[in-house]
């Protein structure tokens, strides 16, 4: 029915490519069921870890059959070879058949019967008898017949459908359920057989066949050849069904097909579902479709019988709560004096209670036969859709039916599944049993399941599906609130470490069990200790205290903003400021330990990542989604915690910063925390004498510390609070003013003491050596911050980066790094003044002069020392100093007039010097065992920073999309190290401009090549392993543009252009003149990317071909003429008007005209399309 590559497949035959997914029924194992099992214990065999299920994941239509869809098992070495019975399988009663009971609960049927439950599955898969007893066939194949199958003139197939119809009524839904029912049972109560074919026809049209169940059929037909004449009215066109179809009709049609089963059994409870017709025949038809070879069928009845079962769950639930009111009153009224006791209330009693237990078995038998016959089979369906459902439903059951479900004998099939191949299955399964875990009361059903399944749900929480790695961490909890005995320390452990996890939603669960395992106050808690001074301790000291040394033993002391994330939505110790400052500041009181440095320093970070969060309501970088709205309560939660912070520490930094003044470690955290004050509290809450305080405080560490990390949180704090907006700026300003100026008097006095010995033919000491570049280096650090142009440093600085030319009298190396930086912030200093128009005392003609000759003198320079330095420093500012520059100075100027003739546009030169640069130190070969794991992270992330400065200037225009032909080349070689950098850049490239971005490609794959005709000579090993690199760059290459062809139209056609002039450049081969060109071994590079030409498109380029190489086909095949012909088959591929043309002469060359091609890759000013045959492209 199904078409594939233009070949018809027959419904009976499965695909060439198919494979089956599972072992064959009768040559698997059966699985234990009922028995204890010596080796593996209990109902439960032992699952292979290394054996993973085989599922087909492919769907292209309704019509594709599964040919192993049937009840196979999971592996052969999967499970325990103990064979275990199965209880058998009651029978219930079927079609008009005479059903007659035995004994209590049993039905037994005559042979009467012809479609009901028995017949049904003896026509599908024999699900009656035992596993044991006979292996179970597969369903005979339908015979072949050719063509379409024929429709049988029984068939009422009406061009319009039926609106009145439950399918058509459903879908529309206009009408409530109830209602729908409702009416249902009226026409049910006339005449039952068409409310039943209603019921029938609502199944198979909600499966998406057309076809129509008639009454002829109905009173005719077996269930199973009802189901195959439904079979043959499939649109074979479509792979579509209600139960896959997109749309939020169909969304709700599925919801209210769910609905509608449950509706139905619900209003029914009370004498339909007990009259031995609508249910045998409704359950007997499910059976069937559920067998079935279509997905369609199967999928839909599956769903229906899962729903089924669960709806009869409930009426069970139902009948039991009645059964056991009817048994007291019963006994009551038994217990009551001969005299009192009414004998016709007894004998009521005795009845109605004889026929609830009838009905509960008769409802137990539904249950136990449609979990054999559809559940059994269906929990391990090819389609991971109806396994989800399978496992889904029975966790319902289990919940609402614990005393007939919640049993070992049923949780084995979601024990086994936890290990299927698709993460949506597993997500169920762990779903399925949360809620079980989290009753106290289904603790010792659980027992044997947990001592089984407990590592496997432990490993989940690594699933490579982040949903089912967070359920499966939810699912430990709960586990460990009522088995604690069960987890061990490495489980918890394995657990612990997720809260460093990249994925906020796993850490934040395995936060959750953090809290629950180690961060909880419980009654054996000690009584609250006091401090030194009598200071009682508050409730979360304890708890901060194993907070800190958590953080400690974690060794990951550069992740602290990953475990408070974690932790600051679930545990409200995170934002207790007053007992994190307690525990540093307090001294500790009497059987009490105070916290050694290294404690103090984790928790003082501990601390100030929590203020963070807390003030900003962001997750760290890397948690978390890249555009995340905040909500309103979000927001206003971030300004009440922002708020409470300030008014803590308003009072309590400066004397945490007086404390640990000497710590620079402690201090750069510190200094951290001013940033995320609500400053207004200043004013509004008169803490002016406060602020005078942490000021004069900042001032004495920028005069005592000289760590990087201390100044540039420093010279951060103090522009935040030296915002011109707050209230308190005349005063932070002052300071500032203060600070600066006393940093700029001793930059002069040590630089001309240093000047002054240069002069005397001096060597300076260590300690000038020392004041020179802590000077110059807290200078560089505050001009990035503020602007120190005022001060007039840029002669003495600029005039010493000149001088660094002559190592002999040059500064120290370290020294002339911060002068470079000092100009750098200055440039950029005098372009935001002049944006702003804020330049005192000069017009912004002068301005705009002086910006310029300082451009136009620092470029130049750093250019130089980039191209002759030897020292590495220098090379490396002055590198990162002209990228930033060219980006701060590229064409956007041009919108202002005032900036537009500031515009810098970098020459060739210019680019080809950036361009070697990162050459020559980016893309470099690991050098091994020289340096530790640490340094190599450390010159890696450098690496990474060039490379990204270079690949900014391509994907903001700078420079040419071809300059980065040279960075697409190692796209493949070092993808583990720059792969996502260089994969941005060329995405950017091609929204830039596609056809340069594809010429491009071209461009960097010939560089490849000649480097590879270089070191191969004359001819190339196509089989080598440099050249089969180049064609897994094309592949790569070739994916990065996506399935629309028709957008990316010109651009691959422009790549083919490049591709074939390269080829073919030059066509004379200098070692054989009747050999072929070169470098005609391009061709099969050129190859990887003719799948995404259009058909039209490849005859074009074959054209453009032949027209270059008049020869067409070679008269001699040999190995070096292979990639032309592989060229031209992977053009010609499906065509047949295009027959290859055979020369006498091995090639030919072609006249070019005056302004034809020369033969050469185009520059990007060239017309790609300049030949006819492109014309249009």
């Known amino acids: 029915m199904l078409r594939r590559g233009g070949k018809r497949i027959r419904m009976d035959d499965p695909p060439e490519d198919y494979e089956p997914p599972f072992t064959p029924y009768s040559v698997q194992p059966q699985t234990p069921m009922d028995q204890q099992s010596n080796l593996f214990g209990g109902q439960y065999g032992q699952y292979n870890e290394n054996v993973s299920l085989q599922y087909d994941s492919g769907n292209t239509s309704n019509m594709e059959y599964d040919q192993n869809f049937g009840p196979a098992q999971q592996n052969v070495n999967v499970f325990s070879s103990n064979q275990l019975e199965e209880p058998a399988v009651p029978t219930l009663s079927i079609g008009r058949g005479r059903t007659t009971r035995s004994s209590r609960g049993r039905i037994s049927v005559t042979p009467a019967g012809k479609k009901g439950l028995a017949a049904a599955a003896a026509n599908s898969q024999r699900v009656m008898s035992s596993p044991e007893d006979t292996p179970v066939p597969t369903p005979s194949p339908a015979p072949r017949r050719r063509g379409r199958p024929r429709k049988n003139p029984v068939m009422e197939q009406s061009t319009v459908e039926d609106e009145s119809t439950l399918f058509c009524i459903i879908r529309n839904g206009k009408s409530s359920l109830q209602q729908i029912v409702d009416e249902w049972i009226e026409q049910y109560k006339a005449d039952r057989d068409s409310g039943l074919r209603a019921i029938m026809q609502f199944f198979i049209s909600a499966s998406g066949c057309k076809g129509k169940i008639t009454s002829q059929m109905q009173s005719s037909m077996e269930h199973a050849a009802i189901i195959r004449r439904m079979t043959e009215e499939f649109d074979e066109e479509s792979g579509e069904y209600p139960m896959i179809m997109s749309g939020p009709q169909w969304k709700k049609f599925r919801s209210n097909f769910c609905d509608f089963v449950q509706t139905l059994v619900k209003q029914c409870q009370y004498s339909i579902i007990y009259d031995q017709y609508l249910m045998d025949n409704v359950i007997s038809l499910l059976t069937g479709l559920s067998d079935s070879q279509v997905r369609a069928f199967r999928h839909t009845a599956t769903l229906a019988a899962m729903k089924l079962m669960t709806a009869l769950v409930d009426v069970a639930l139902t009948v039991s709560i009645h059964?056991?009111?009817?048994?007291?009153?019963?006994?009551?009224?038994?217990?009551?004096?001969?005299?009192?006791?009414?004998?016709?209330?007894?004998?009521?009693?005795?009845?109605?209670?004889?026929?609830?237990?009838?009905?509960?078995?008769?409802?137990?038998?539904?249950?136990t036969y449609t979990f054999k016959s559809v559940f059994v089979h269906r929990y391990r369906d090819i389609v991971p859709e109806i396994r989800a459902i399978c496992m889904a439903e029975i966790g319902i059951w289990m919940k609402r039916f614990p005393q007939n479900f919640l049993d070992d004998s049923y949780l084995k099939y979601i024990g086994w599944t936890l290990h299927d191949k698709v993460g949506d299955v597993r997500l169920r399964c762990l779903q399925a049993l949360q809620p079980l875990y989290a009753s106290e009361e289904l603790k010792g059903k659980l027992e044997l399941f947990t001592s089984k399944f407990k590592d496997r749900v432990v490993s989940m929480t690594l699933d490579k599906e982040y949903d089912v790695a967070v359920q499966a961490v939810r699912l430990i909890i709960s586990i460990h609130k009522y088995h604690r005995e069960i987890l061990s320390d490495k489980d918890c452990e394995a657990v612990y470490e997720l809260v460093f996890s990249s994925h906020r939603a796993v850490a934040q669960a395995a936060g959750e069990f953090l809290n629950e395992r180690l961060f909880t106050l419980d009654d054996t808690s000690p009584p609250a200790l006091r401090t030194h001074r009598g200071k009682k301790r508050l409730p979360n000291t304890p708890l901060i205290r194993d907070l800190v040394q958590f953080f400690i033993e974690s060794e990951l002391h550069e992740h602290g903003a990953y475990l408070v994330d974690s932790l600051i939505d679930s545990n409200e110790m995170m934002k207790d400021w007053e007992c994190m400052t307690d525990l540093l500041m307090e001294d500790p009181g009497p059987g009490e330990e105070s916290l050694d440095d290294r404690q103090e320093t984790s928790l003082i970070e501990l601390m100030t990542c929590c203020i963070k969060q807390a003030a900003t309501g962001e997750p760290p970088v890397g948690r978390g989604p890249t555009r995340k709205i905040t909500t309103a309560k979000e927001t206003k939660q971030a300004q009440d915690d922002r708020v409470r912070l300030t008014e803590h520490f308003i009072q309590t930094l400066p004397l945490l910063l007086g404390k640990y003044i000497a710590d620079p470690e402690k201090v750069a955290n510190l200094l951290l925390i001013p940033q995320y004050f609500d400053m207004e509290i200043y004013t509004t809450s008169r803490q002016e004498k406060s602020l005078e305080s942490l000021l004069r405080l900042m001032q004495n560490v920028v005069e005592r510390h000289t760590e990087t990390e201390v100044l540039e949180n420093c010279a951060k704090t103090l522009e935040v609070l030296c915002t011109e907006d707050h209230a308190i700026y005349s005063r932070c300003d002052v300071i500032r003013s203060t600070l600066i100026d006393r940093l700029v008097n001793k930059l002069r006095e040590v630089l001309d003491d240093h000047l002054t010995l240069i002069a005397g033919d001096e060597e300076p000491n260590e300690d000038e050596v020392f004041a020179l570049v802590s000077s110059l280096k807290k200078v560089a650090i505050f001009w990035s911050c503020h602007n120190l142009g005022p001060w007039n440093l840029w002669d003495p600085l600029f005039n010493a980066v000149r001088e660094a030319k002559d190592l002999s009298r040059s500064m120290p190396p370290e020294a002339i790094k911060y002068c470079i930086s000092a100009c750098y912030s200055a440039i950029l200093w005098e372009l935001l003044q002049l944006e702003n128009g804020s330049g005192r005392g000069t017009s912004a003609a002068q301005q705009q002069k002086q910006l310029r000759d300082h451009l136009d003198a620092y470029i130049p320079l750093m250019t130089e020392l980039v191209i002759t330095s030897n020292?590495?420093?220098?090379?490396?500012?002055?590198?990162?100093?002209?990228?930033?520059?060219?980006?701060?100075?590229?064409?956007?100027?041009?919108?202002?007039?005032?900036?537009?003739?500031?515009?810098?546009?970098?020459?060739?030169?210019?680019?080809?010097?950036?361009?070697?640069?990162?050459?020559?130190?980016?893309?470099?070969?690991?050098?091994?065992?020289?340096?530790?794991?640490?340094?190599?992270?450390?010159?890696?992330?450098?690496?990474?920073?060039?490379?990204?400065?270079?690949?900014?200037?391509?994907?903001?225009?700078?420079?040419?999309?071809?300059?980065?032909?040279?960075?697409?080349?190692?796209?493949?070689?070092?993808?583990?190290?720059?792969?996502?950098?260089?994969?941005?850049?060329?995405?950017?490239?091609?929204?830039?401009?596609?056809?340069?971005?594809?010429?491009?490609?071209?461009?960097?794959?010939?560089?490849?090549?000649?480097?590879?005709?270089?070191?191969?000579?004359?001819?190339?090993?196509?089989?080598?392993?440099?050249?089969?690199?180049?064609?897994?760059?094309?592949?790569?290459?070739?994916?990065?543009?996506?399935?629309?062809?028709?957008?990316?139209?010109?651009?691959?056609?422009?790549?083919?252009?490049?591709?074939?002039?390269?080829?073919?450049?030059?066509l004379e081969n200098p070692n054989d003149p009747t050999g072929p060109p070169p470098n005609l071994a391009f061709l099969e590079i050129g190859a990887e990317f003719t799948n995404k030409l259009l058909k039209q498109d490849k005859r074009m380029v074959l054209q453009f071909l032949d027209r270059i190489l008049t020869m067409g086909m070679p008269s001699s095949r040999g190995e070096e003429w292979q990639p032309l012909l592989l060229y031209r088959n992977s053009l010609v591929h499906g065509e047949t008007d295009l027959p290859p043309q055979t020369a006498r002469r091995a090639y030919g060359r072609r006249r070019r005209d005056a302004g034809g091609d020369d033969g050469e890759i185009a520059d990007d000013n060239d017309d790609a399309g300049s030949d006819q045959d492109f014309a249009g492209y």
């Open 323 to 367: 059964l056991d009111n009817t048994s007291r009153q019963y006994e009551a009224e038994r217990q009551k004096t001969r005299d009192k006791r009414a004998s016709d209330r007894l004998e009521a009693l005795l009845a109605k209670h004889q026929e609830l237990e009838e009905n509960m078995d008769e409802i137990k038998n539904m249950l």
């Open 871 to 1066: 020292v590495a420093l220098f090379r490396e500012e002055a590198y990162i100093s002209v990228c930033d520059l060219l980006i701060s100075f590229c064409k956007q100027l041009e919108d202002n007039p005032l900036l537009r003739p500031l515009v810098y546009e970098p020459d060739r030169g210019l680019q080809q010097t950036l361009n070697d640069f990162i050459q020559t130190y980016v893309f470099v070969e690991e050098e091994d065992e020289e340096h530790d794991e640490h340094t190599k992270i450390e010159e890696l992330h450098k690496r990474r920073s060039y490379l990204s400065s270079f690949c900014k200037l391509v994907v903001y225009n700078v420079l040419p999309i071809k300059t980065a032909a040279d960075v697409f080349r190692h796209y493949v070689k070092y993808y583990n190290d720059y792969g996502d950098i260089i994969k941005t850049t060329l995405g950017k490239a091609r929204e830039i401009n596609k056809v340069s971005c594809a010429r491009t490609m071209v461009l960097s794959l010939s560089m490849l090549f000649r480097d590879l005709s270089r070191d191969a000579g004359s001819r190339i090993d196509r089989q080598s392993e440099e050249f089969l690199s180049v064609k897994e760059l094309a592949k790569r290459f070739a994916l990065s543009f996506g399935l629309d062809a028709l957008k990316n139209r010109e651009a691959i056609t422009a790549l083919h252009r490049d591709a074939i002039l390269f080829a073919t450049n030059p």
